[in-house]
């Protein structure tokens, strides 16, 4: 069975330039989830979709930040324009939904310099 | 509202020796709770989990954790270390209906040959 799929792996950008993430999730999970994980911290929930609905976006800075899941399953996260601080690994998820195993990809680390 | 709290970043161990992370969590209900382990430059991957019934669960890996409620812990052991096990571990607590994780700030485990 394919994991969670991420890309790019790598990105390093200028501050004020735009970035945008791609994850496609586990065949068959409706939730699918945007974490971001800052060097020596643990990873913090920026989305939550329920299939192409959001579930929970509270932590997410949405002057700047954007994400979509336009038909259920693949989605992008957008960040525009990054500032430096958005330097992370931004770890795509995806689950069954509500109560089963939360399977995560390998991240796309962002460095914005 | 719910959170892990992880003491400590860094732990180490001889190879052969008793591993020991501990995690304390806060929640408002009764707690699903979750071990990850994160290797360099991989995504995070799930170690073990409690959700119901035994509070003892053995995970993957030769680890396992305790679910004690009046401790609000979960600390996870493993009797004997190995050089593979180095790595980021992270404690996670689930207490919504819709499955949202939240991190601890993670340990990193040494493992001295």
């Known amino acids: 069975e394919a994991g969670v799929a991420q890309s790019p792996r790598y990105k390093i950008i200028e501050k004020r330039q735009s970035v945008a993430f791609w994850c496609n999730p586990i065949?068959?999970?409706?939730?699918l989830y945007w974490y971001q994980q800052i060097l020596g911290q643990g990873p913090k929930l920026l989305i939550q979709?329920?299939?192409?609905?959001?579930?929970?976006d509270s932590q997410l800075p949405k002057d700047r930040f954007s994400a979509e899941r336009l038909k259920g399953v693949d989605s992008t996260l957008k960040i525009q324009p990054a500032k430096l601080e958005d330097s992370a690994v931004y770890l795509c998820?995806?689950?069954?939904?509500?109560?089963?195993?939360?399977?995560f990809g390998e991240g796309s680390w962002l460095t914005v310099v | 509202a719910q959170s892990v709290t992880q003491l400590g970043s860094h732990v180490s161990v001889s190879e052969g020796a008793l591993v020991l992370l501990r995690c304390n969590y806060s929640?408002?209900?009764?707690?699903?709770l979750f071990w990850y382990v994160q290797y360099p430059n991989q995504g995070l991957q799930l170690l073990l989990k409690?959700?119901?019934?035994?509070?003892l669960v053995k995970g993957i890996n030769g680890f396992e954790a305790e679910f004690k409620k009046s401790e609000t812990s979960f600390h996870l052991t493993k009797p004997s270390a190995h050089m593979s096990d180095a790595a980021e571990y992270f404690c996670?607590?689930?207490?919504?209906?819709?499955?949202?994780?939240?991190f601890g700030k993670g340990i990193t485990l040494s493992v001295r040959p």
């Open positions: 998820a995806s689950s069954l939904g509500p109560g089963n195993t939360i399977y």
């Open positions: 065949s068959g999970h409706a939730t």
């Open positions: 979709f329920q299939n192409n609905g959001v579930v929970d």
């Open positions: 929640s408002s209900v009764p707690p699903y």
């Open positions: 409690y959700t119901t019934g035994a509070t």
């Open positions: 996670a607590v689930d207490s919504g209906a819709n499955s949202k994780l939240t």
